[in-house]
């Protein structure tokens, strides 16, 4: 990952998984626009008023991490390292999976 910097790939997956999620908007003009793009209903903007929150409020974390405590990746964490190293042995153990990952269904 030479050029890719932490900020620019936690953006690309933000976006990525928003547009996964919620569906590509459909694009037109005037009032069909309107009318069918989600992101125009309640419920679309109350979703990217919370995902632009909740991204501010990573990069907020990743700037006080960076400044504060000169970590700019999560591998460099202390905490991190003594739980891999006392607990979960390496990443992507089968601690590690079942502790640290998130599994996603499908709500109907």
Same mark, same amino acid.
């Given at each position: 990952?030479g #050029?890719?910097t @932490? $900020? &620019?790939?936690i953006?690309? &997956?933000g +976006?990525?998984?928003?547009?996964l999620l919620? !569906?590509f908007?459909k +694009?037109?003009? !005037?009032k069909e626009?309107?009318?069918n793009?989600?992101?125009?209903?309640?419920?679309? @903007?109350? @979703?990217? #008023? +919370?995902?632009?929150? $909740?991204?501010? !409020?990573?990069?907020?974390?990743? %700037?006080?991490? @960076? *400044?504060?405590?000169?970590m &700019?990746?999560?591998? *460099? #964490?202390?905490? %991190?390292?003594?739980?891999?190293? *006392?607990?979960?042995?390496?990443?992507l153990?089968e601690?590690s *999976? &079942?502790l640290?990952?998130?599994?996603?269904?499908a $709500?109907?």
């Amino acid at each position: 990952m030479g #050029n890719i910097t @932490r $900020r &620019a790939f936690i953006k690309f &997956a933000g +976006l990525t998984s928003f547009v996964l999620l919620t !569906g590509f908007p459909k +694009l037109g003009y !005037g009032k069909e626009f309107i009318s069918n793009n989600f992101f125009d209903t309640p419920v679309g @903007r109350q @979703r990217i #008023n +919370l995902i632009k929150a $909740r991204q501010a !409020g990573q990069y907020k974390d990743d %700037i006080i991490m @960076r *400044e504060k405590f000169k970590m &700019a990746a999560s591998h *460099e #964490n202390p905490m %991190i390292k003594k739980f891999y190293s *006392e607990f979960a042995h390496h990443p992507l153990s089968e601690i590690s *999976e &079942a502790l640290l990952h998130t599994h996603y269904k499908a $709500r109907v």
